[in-house]
């Protein structure tokens, strides 16, 4: 996901080709925005791209971190400022998304790549890493293809049924993905006191980051099925919603 | 002799939860709220909200019936709202938490810092002025509660209670909890940044004070309605010149002094949040003061003179 703010090309980025956002204004950046990021949305793409060809360049998917990292980090913060924009000001009444879900879901995809993967070196060659990528990958590319889609009022069947069903499988294989990998960094913070400050020091504070992880952890247990039980939720009343629809015509 | 009829209707359902006749035009929302008390023994006039549009904003207690836009036979709505709860008692149990909280770390009790460390006390006299600023504070509000405050809304939802006594108790016991350690430090400018801090605390805390005197002054008579607060002979007010809320305005002083005084982290995010949450009260209060008053002081501002 690239950011909104960043108009025209990247030149820290080396996967070029990709398409320049034309931004006609405020009120146009709804229409405007998605379709020129064409409906199978390019920075996912460009991820998934470099995951297959890393793959087939070395046999096996150990180190396939390395190979997306660049492209990864830059557009899970972009998404940041992106999710903001289009979910608070420009979609709503034309998709139906919470803002506090969504905004909790980048969040916790931020704090992923750049709090755990990124900082603790050790991790970036588990295989957790791996699953909760290609679970975002497939979720993010789904669901832009469908915002697409939306809003050029031509929304093909199979790609809401597939936003509405593929989380089924994707949420726990992205959840597990990211509780494996938080976990697996534990003993490196442990060992390296990473991100910690103990007292005594000028500013009477502490902080343990290992405990943090563990009480993040811990957080997954009441968020993830609340999440989990909303989309749910959403799909009975969409793809219901679409039978009967279909039913009357 | 024109009596009126008042129809009470559940607010979502529309069923008619009650019908009373032979009420007298001049009656009060207060003495109708009392009506429906008797006929709905649990639901108390407190948590009652009398309305006259489904989605409306309630009807106060001294609105008289004939004065409503209701013919002779008034259509009133109903919504619960919750158990409820005095604005005194919240603030006593808000108040008295941290107060206690405090002592606990203040005087080391068993297991808050380790056994070897129990019942010790620091070699540092930064940290006693602390406890007893700390207390001091609380104190103060808790006399407020009892002797000076007057609300202009009797109660809240009981389950305010819950977020706000965690919200309190928990930052009081952090903030204690680094101030009171066997390991803390005192701050880098020594005397002179403790005893800037002392004064700036007094100044804060009798401003404080000043203001909520001035504010309960205005509604001595026991009235309800609201007015423009000004500035009185003290010199203190005089802060109301500039802002609309200055009692936040010094309340922030309180605990900016206070993480001068400590140098402490917690205290200083504590003091954030507080800052955040009473810019958000002041604009409010500004708000509701500019739309009441057409006169009102248009070069106030809403907690920080000239800028916020």
């Given at each position: ?46 991820i998934a791209v470099g995951l297959v060809r890393a793959y087939l ?193 | ?248 305005t010094y309340e922030v002083g309180t605990w900016i002094s206070f ?50």
């Amino acid at each position: 996901m690239a950011a909104a703010g960043s108009g025209g090309s990247r030149a820290d980025n080396g996967y070029g080709g990709q398409q320049a956002r034309r931004r006609k204004g405020p009120g146009a950046l709804a229409t405007g925005y998605l379709p020129s990021r064409c409906p199978v949305s390019p920075p996912w793409l460009v991820i998934a791209v470099g995951l297959v060809r890393a793959y087939l360049a070395k046999g096996s998917y150990h180190s396939l971190y390395y190979s997306i990292e660049k492209p990864l980090k830059f557009f899970q913060t972009g998404a940041l400022l992106e999710e903001y924009l289009l979910i608070a000001k420009y979609l709503p009444g034309i998709v139906p998304s919470s803002v506090v879900l969504t905004a909790f879901q980048v969040m916790s995809r931020v704090f992923l790549t750049w709090a755990v993967t990124h900082s603790v070196k050790e991790v970036q060659t588990e295989d957790s890493v791996l699953l909760f990528v290609v679970a975002w990958t497939i979720t993010e590319i789904i669901r832009y293809s469908f915002y697409t889609f939306s809003l050029l009022n031509h929304l093909p069947y199979l790609i809401k049924w597939a936003r509405y069903t593929l989380f089924i499988v994707l949420y726990p294989m992205g959840v597990s993905g990211e509780l494996l990998t938080i976990y697996a960094a534990l003993p490196f913070v442990r060992q390296s006191g990473l991100y910690s400050i103990s007292l005594p020091n000028k500013y009477n504070f502490s902080f343990d980051y290992y405990t943090f992880l563990i009480l993040v952890m811990i957080s997954y247990i009441p968020i993830f099925p609340q999440l989990y039980f909303h989309m749910l939720h959403q799909r009975r009343k969409v793809l219901s919603h679409t039978e009967e629809h279909k039913k009357s015509e | 002799f024109v009596s009126s009829q008042v129809e009470i209707l559940d607010w979502e359902t529309k069923k008619q939860l009650c019908f009373l006749d032979k009420v007298e035009p001049s009656a009060t929302i207060r003495e109708i709220r009392l009506m429906f008390h008797k006929l709905y023994p649990r639901w108390y006039p407190a948590r009652q909200s009398i309305k006259l549009d489904p989605k409306g904003k309630s009807l106060r207690d001294e609105e008289i019936l004939q004065h409503l836009p209701v013919g002779t036979t008034a259509t009133l709505y109903f919504k619960d709202l919750g158990p409820q709860i005095g604005w005194t008692t919240v603030f006593l149990i808000e108040y008295t938490g941290p107060l206690f909280i405090y002592f606990l770390f203040y005087f080391r009790i068993t297991f808050v810092y380790g056994l070897d460390e129990r019942f010790t006390s620091s070699p540092h006299p930064v940290v006693n002025l602390a406890c007893i600023c700390h207390s001091f504070h609380y104190i103060k509000r808790l006399i407020e509660t009892v002797f000076v405050h007057r609300f202009s809304r009797g109660t809240m939802p009981l389950r305010n209670i819950v977020k706000n006594c965690l919200y309190y108790w928990g930052f009081a016991a952090w903030l204690a909890y680094y101030i009171n350690h066997p390991l803390y430090t005192p701050p880098s400018y020594g005397k002179k940044q403790i005893n800037f801090a002392v004064i700036m605390f007094l100044l804060c805390e009798a401003g404080n004070f000043s203001i909520h005197v001035a504010l309960s002054d205005l509604r001595r008579n026991g009235s309800k309605t609201r007015k423009i607060p000004y500035p009185t002979k003290n010199p203190f007010t005089w802060l109301f010149f500039f802002v609309s809320c200055p009692n936040y305005t010094y309340e922030v002083g309180t605990w900016i002094s206070f993480t001068i005084m400590t140098q402490c982290v917690p205290v200083g995010l504590f003091t954030l949040l507080c800052f955040i949450q009473m810019t958000i009260w002041a604009k409010d209060k500004h708000c509701t003061y500019l739309r009441e008053f057409k006169d009102y002081p248009s070069h106030r501002m809403p907690i920080i003179p000239f800028l916020l």
